[in-house]
């Protein structure tokens, strides 16, 4: 299967949240919030760095509930981010 390329504002919104994701752990270990959220660290390092700008729904869910942050807050944050 052949993937659709990701647009220049997909790239931008996959930093953002990679960012905002970077901004939530803190002080907190790559490896403690990715076994808190029930994923690999290298998924997180991917999302964090933004090589993987659009991760499955249910893995952002689990790192935001890992990171005590709602999908509400997370969802109008990645999106002010950009405005």
Known sequence: MV??????EERERGERLGQLLREAR???SMPEVAAAAGVSAETLRKIETGRAPTPAFFTVA?????????MDELVTRCALAGV
């Open 3 to 8: 993937r659709t390329p990701l647009t220049p």
């Open 62 to 70: 689990a790192l935001a509930r890992a990171l005590g942050l709602s």
């Open 26 to 28: 803190g002080a907190r």
